[in-house]
Structures are given as structure tokens and as C-alpha cells.
């Protein structure tokens, strides 16, 4: 681990973004710039964070960690199900496929919580009984683990609203996905959920839902964007989880709540991150790819930026 003091120093060399000669027109999401070429496209993991859809900040490494966890996942995973990874050239970049990326997202939950409108708990603390058209039993608390995994889909993010209500039924019927593929899509995201869980179980971590991003790759199934990272994936400390109290993050879930006790929530500007909130910050993304992985992190040298836009200037994939 990175200590306190070599996290403030990198502070100053966060990656706000790159611009890269030779390849397409750049676009750039709340944490990522992508370039395309040649069928297929650059990834960028940026040390920008984002909470309540808007960026709020940069945290060291971030984006290191984002990108070096995930491809460790799509490698972790790859007898479950395909991925859309060619090649990992720098700590920061993943060469990926082209891939017709489905429209619809996969959350799967094990744990019964979240306090958003449309999050499992609330709807099930206002009454309903078959929210997203899983039965549940009566009497369950906000953090219960949940009898068995289950899955909420949801329709792709536009424009910062990505929280329709689907059930798997509206899925097939509206022909949102076909039943055939979308029966394996579930299959998958259970089966790679339960490997998640298996890994975080290891690690004294619990993984307690994630979100899943699968495409078609000449027309096979396989696993796009991002996999149980602290930013697509809730987990809880264990020794933190006790009944009637509510658990340690060890997700951006973490940094979410230092806003919200600043009385923010996600309109008008933000309050500015301090420098050691920041390093500690950084601090739990580290740890996170190192108890997950048992590697050490070894980060990339600085100014990351630099680097990044040299290794891709002419990058070609390998033989």
C-alpha cells in the first residue's frame, strides 16, 4: 500500500483527461475517454470520480485501480462468459472490440438495501411485495441478505436517467432483448455474481450488488465496460456487518457520504474534496485491488497523462 504521504503527492498529477494523436474523435463519459479505430477502441480510466451522475472530483489513481481491477475480473471470469478485451498496454488503457452493447443494465443483489426511489429496500419498505417482479418474503430489514441473488434490470443511462423499472417479462415483451439471450444473460450475471461473492468472501469483504454490462461480439454473448469494481460494485466491510447497523463502504459509495454530509446531493456546485479526505480516498480504492486481487498496486509512472497519450500514438495490437 501506498503510504499517506506518497498518496498527496500524486494528488497534483491526477488525470483529468488525454488527448491522443492518431486515433478517432475522443468522447468522454462521467470517468473514462474512449478513441476508436480500426474496430476497435482505447478505454481511459481518468481519476475523475462522479456521485448523483456528475463528476465532483479527481482522486489519485482512481483510474489505475478501475482499470487494472477490471481487467483482472475479465480474466477471472472469462470461463463464465467472453469479454471484449484485446489488450491492457498501460495501467490506465484497455484495448477493447467493437461490441453492440445491449440496452439494458444488470444489477444483481444480495443484500436487501439502498435508499434511492427506485432501490430495492425503499420499494420494499413502501409495501410492495414483487418489485421488479421477484417475489419477497414478508419480514425482511433494510442490509438483510437477501434468500438468493436476485436481478433488477434497468434500461441504459441517458442523459443521467437510467432507473426505469423492468421486470424480465417487459424485457421480452417490449423485445428490448430476445428471451433466448436474455436467458443467458441472466444465467451469466448470476454465475459471475457468485464468483464475486466467493472472491469478496476472501478478501473479509461483502459484495452486495453490482452492476453487469454484457454486448454482442459476431453475435456472442460477452462482458463489456467495467466488473466489480468499488465504482460499479457496493461491498461492505464484514466485520462491520451486524444486524440493525449499518456496515463500513468499501465503494464510491464511501465518498458519496462525505457529500451528503457536506448537504450536498448533486445540484448546484459541489463542495471542493480536501487533500486528505482525498488521500483517503485513494487509499480505499488501493485497497480494494489489493484485498480483492492479493497483489500489490504498483502504480504507473508520473505524469500519467503524458505517458498514456505516447503509449497509444502508435499503438498497434499485437500479433
Known amino acids: ?88 498496454p498501460d495501467p490506465n488503457v484497455m484495448i477493447v472490440k467493437e461490441a453492440e452493447v445491449l440496452p439494458v443494465e444488470i ?80 444465467e451469466a450475471a448470476l454465475a459471475i455474481f457468485e464468483r464475486g461473492q466467493a472472491v469478496a468472501e476472501q478478501a473479509n469483504l461483502i459484495l452486495v450488488d453490482t452492476k453487469y454490462e454484457f454486448g454482442l461480439i459476431d453475435g456472442e454473448l460477452a462482458l463489456v465496460d467495467e466488473v466489480h469494481t468499488p465504482d460499479s460494485s457496493r461491498y461492505w466491510v464484514r466485520e462491520t456487518y451486524r444486524a440493525g447497523e449499518e456496515p463500513e463502504n468499501f465503494d464510491k459509495e464511501y465518498l458519496r457520504k462525505w457529500f451528503a454530509a457536506q448537504g450536498y446531493k448533486g445540484d448546484g456546485p459541489a463542495p471542493a474534496i480536501p487533500d486528505e479526505f482525498v488521500a483517503q480516498v485513494a487509499a480505499r480504492y488501493i485497497a480494494s485491488y489489493e484485498r480483492l486481487t492479493g497483489q500489490t498496486f504498483v502504480p504507473g509512472q508520473q505524469p500519467a497523462a503524458e505517458r498514456i497519450a505516447q503509449t497509444l500514438k502508435n499503438y498497434q495490437l499485437p500479433k
Open 1 to 88: 500500500m501506498l503510504t499517506h504521504e506518497e498518496l498527496l503527492a500524486a494528488i497534483p498529477y491526477c488525470i483529468q483527461t488525454v488527448d491522443v494523436e492518431g486515433w478517432g474523435d475522443k468522447q468522454s463519459g462521467k470517468v473514462r475517454d474512449m478513441y476508436a479505430r480500426d474496430g476497435i477502441r482505447a478505454l481511459i480510466t481518468t481519476d475523475r470520480v462522479s456521485a448523483f451522475d456528475v463528476v465532483l472530483g479527481l482522486i489519485p489513481y482512481k483510474g489505475q485501480v478501475l482499470n487494472q481491477l477490471s481487467a483482472w475480473w475479465f480474466e477471472h471470469v472469462k470461463d463464465i462468459v467472453g469479454n471484449h478485451v484485446l489488450d491492457v
Open 107 to 186: 444489477i444483481v443483489r444480495g443484500y436487501i438495501t439502498g435508499v434511492t426511489s427506485t432501490s430495492l429496500w425503499t420499494l420494499y419498505a413502501s409495501g410492495e411485495r414483487r418489485p421488479y417482479g421477484i417475489e419477497l418474503p414478508d419480514g425482511l430489514q433494510k442490509n438483510d441478505k437477501l434468500p438468493t441473488p436476485i436481478i433488477t434490470p434497468t434500461t441504459k443511462a441517458t442523459g443521467g436517467a437510467h432507473d426505469e423499472r423492468l421486470t424480465r417479462d417487459e424485457i421480452i415483451a417490449r423485445g428490448i432483448v430476445p428471451k433466448a439471450l436474455y436467458e443467458q444473460v441472466e
